[in-house]
């Protein structure tokens, strides 16, 4: 009986950090309004800004010159000639754990990343 608790445990006790620095609880991705809705509370991790150009708005860390300035989860993409930090998704469910139903986005190529790879990223709506 223990090896079969070991079994399900180690997997969970190793993940126990798992997710602490990924985009989307630094909000990358997050629905807003104004900037103070993209602070996460961390004063370690840099500032994100409100993309107001989107519906709901889109919080993304600005300034990137490559998808390993970014966290976790999340890739450097050009957006109307400025660089941010946006969410990396195979399915549109992952676009939206920080943002409202009326405010979803949707797992697109229509954007890519600076290096130009395939992966799809989450994009909301324009506003």
Not at 42 to 51: G, I, N, Q, V, Y
Not at 52 to 64: E, W
Not at 66 to 82: I, K, M, Q, R
């Amino acid at each position: 009986m223990k090896s079969k608790w070991m079994v399900w445990m180690m997997p969970l006790a190793l993940c126990m950090s798992c997710g602490e620095n990924d985009a989307n609880e630094q909000l990358i991705g997050g629905e807003c309004a104004v900037v103070d809705d993209c602070d996460d509370g961390d004063d370690d991790t840099p500032a994100l800004e409100c993309l107001t150009n989107f519906k709901g708005g889109y919080c993304g860390r600005a300034a990137c010159v490559a998808s390993e300035d970014c966290p976790d989860g999340s890739l450097c993409a050009v957006l109307e000639g400025a660089n941010y930090c946006f969410l990396v998704c195979t399915d549109k469910v992952q676009c939206n754990k920080n943002r409202g139903v009326e405010n979803e986005s949707n797992c697109s190529a229509n954007i890519s990343s600076v290096e130009g790879g395939e992966e799809k990223l989450c994009i909301p709506p324009a506003g």
